[in-house]
């Protein structure tokens, strides 16, 4: 065999072994278009939106404990689980209405 033979069949099995992959992947992302990823709305909120608020949230939560911690106020709160928490819940709905509110 020559060094083209063995190249062509080489590509011939190549073809055959990634034909199943191309099919079935395929069939799978046949519901993704050009527009962009799909998203679905839970509860109001679409699904990318709320997440990048919860991490907002969570972000400013920690920023606002290290802040607290280092300027004694953390020390004065009975609540401190509740008052973080609900710390981050404000700042992520406020993100929300400000960012993507009507």
């Known amino acids: 065999m020559t060094g083209s033979s063995k190249l062509y069949h080489f590509a011939a099995m190549l073809r055959l072994s990634i034909r199943p992959f191309g099919i079935s992947s395929a069939l799978l992302l046949g519901g993704c278009t050009v527009q962009g990823a799909p ?9 990318p939106d709320w997440m990048l608020c919860g991490m907002i949230g969570i972000a400013v939560s920690v920023s606002l404990r290290v802040v607290f911690v280092l300027t004694g106020v953390d020390a004065l709160l009975s609540l401190r689980l509740f008052t973080y ?3 981050g819940v404000i700042t992520a709905l406020l993100t929300w209405l400000i960012w993507f509110g009507p």
């Not at 998203?39 to 699904?47: D, H, I, P, R």
């Open 39 to 47: 998203s679905f709305s839970l509860v109001g909120a679409y699904f």
């Open 85 to 87: 928490l609900s710390l």
